[in-house]
């Protein structure tokens, strides 16, 4: 008796002296330069939330979905959060990428301009300079947009620039609105000036298409499946956690980056993101669970208006999974129904 408790004394003793096994490092690139919408990442690792998943989280700032997504199918980085029509088109064209998480599934596709015009409805667009920037995905969809809304080309007039020159056209007066994002543009005009914005967003007028989404080599995918449902887990729980309380998730974006923007505006661009996760159909779900028809109908708008190829078509399911996600009760009677 005596040598047994000896040897598992010696045994607990060799336990506690072993060095503890070492977090995963990954990295997680964002579609942009910091900004509401990303306020669930920084909350997540605050909270310890990664760190519980064996993850040692980085988070870099992006200079656009479409680099974000190379550097992704490059393996530069071990996950994207980036624009997942973008992705989608880097795929038809062969960037061995998908996505495990489709977080924004209502588009944040919108024309805005100050309040105090009055721009409200499809309807006021008329007789008014739209600013955009050619090429962009906004722009792309945009004849979808006036096609829904039985608005014409001729109503209206044009002004073209980048992204800062399509911000300072109507911040200056040059143009009455401009294409952007609901909790993007329309903060940072109002942090220039001070002054509300009103969207007209294009998912309120039948433009159904998904946004925003986790993105991952399918190397990754492959050969480190338990990494990916590590990473997906701790995500979901930092969307849910972040949901409760935006206030302490914007706060988190200024605790690891001191210079990302205002407090107020930081967060009521997260609050302008949080509808955006379900549609009619996911209410009631955990963040990411996206419908196939919601894909689906994506893939055929971007065929129609966006230049995709056709091919895409046959088989949409190749642009993403919920292989990865944590249960979800709800998901998975829908997605046994739609079976």
């Not at 988070?59 to 974000?68: K, V, Y």
């Not at 997504?69 to 062969?94: N, R, S, W």
């Not at 809304?149 to 073209?160: A, I, N, Q």
């Not at 998912?203 to 499946?225: E, F, R, W």
Request: one cysteine or more; proline letters at 6%; glycine letters at 8%.
């Amino acid at each position: 008796m005596m040598k047994k408790t000896i040897v598992a004394a010696l045994c607990a003793f060799a336990a506690s002296t072993l060095p503890a096994q070492a977090a995963d490092k990954v990295t997680l690139m964002l579609n942009w330069y910091v900004y509401g919408e990303h306020a669930p990442f920084y909350y997540g690792k605050d909270k310890g939330l990664y760190e519980a998943e064996g993850i040692d989280l980085e988070i870099q700032e992006g200079r656009g979905s479409a680099i974000t997504t190379q550097l992704v199918a490059a393996k530069g980085v071990t996950f994207g959060y980036v624009d997942v029509p973008t992705m989608i088109k880097a795929a038809v064209k062969g960037a061995p990428v998908t996505s495990p998480g489709v977080l924004l599934q209502t588009s944040p596709m919108s024309a805005m301009g100050f309040s105090d015009k009055n721009i409200r409805k499809p309807e006021d667009i008329k007789n008014r300079i739209v600013a955009m920037t050619p090429g962009d995905s906004m722009s792309q969809i945009w004849p979808l947009f006036l096609k829904k809304t039985g608005l014409k080309e001729r109503d209206f007039e044009v002004v073209s620039g980048d992204a800062q020159t399509k911000l300072n056209a109507v911040i200056n007066g040059q143009a009455d609105l401009l294409l952007g994002y609901v909790m993007d543009q329309s903060m940072k005009i109002k942090d220039a000036t001070g002054k509300s914005v009103t969207p007209i967003r294009f998912a309120d007028y039948g433009v159904n298409m998904v946004s925003s989404g986790i993105i991952a080599n399918t190397d990754t995918l492959k050969d480190n499946p338990d990494l990916v449902r590590r990473f997906m887990a701790a995500t979901t729980k930092a969307v849910e956690e972040a949901e409760k309380a935006p206030k302490e998730a914007a706060a988190a974006i200024l605790k690891a980056n001191p210079k990302g923007g205002k407090p107020d505006t930081l967060q009521e661009g997260f609050e302008l993101t949080i509808p955006l996760y379900r549609t009619k159909e996911t209410q009631g779900m955990r963040p990411f669970q996206v419908t196939d028809a919601n894909m689906k109908e994506t893939v055929e708008l971007l065929v129609e208006y966006g230049g995709l190829d056709a091919s895409a078509k046959e088989n949409p399911k190749r642009f993403y999974t919920r292989d990865f996600l944590p249960a979800d009760p709800a998901a998975k009677a829908m997605n046994a129904a739609a079976k």
